[in-house]
């Protein structure tokens, strides 16, 4: 993972070889610069996830699955990108086997929200 970089190119099919990770881990940090935190995810089913401190969006690689969020339930396929605010309980649910996601957090501890952004 970099900082100090003041322009990336993070190639996907590298990141992938990057999955799973020495612990098993199912999904890699590529990328940090200030608060902007990038992954790339391929999330394992079940995956109850925590509400995160910061604002998050997913971009969907590929795959296709729900993501359940507030309540609501909402299909996503590739292509599409997911907002949730910081705090936010969601996790996706009904995904395919081959679900990839680029995940990146951003924002201060409490999303932008928080800041009246």
Known sequence: M???????????????????????EHAVGLFQCGTLDVALSIPITPKQQSPHTQDEIYVIVSGRGVLFHDQKRDAF??????????????????????????RVFYGPAGGEAARGV
């Open 2 to 24: 970099t900082s100090s970089a003041r322009s990336h190119v993070i190639h996907l099919a590298d990141a992938r070889k990057r999955i799973p990770g020495p612990a098993g």
């Open 77 to 102: 396929e590739a292509g599409d990108l997911l907002f949730v605010a910081a705090g936010v309980e969601h996790q996706f649910v009904e995904q395919s086997a081959d679900l990839t996601v680029w």
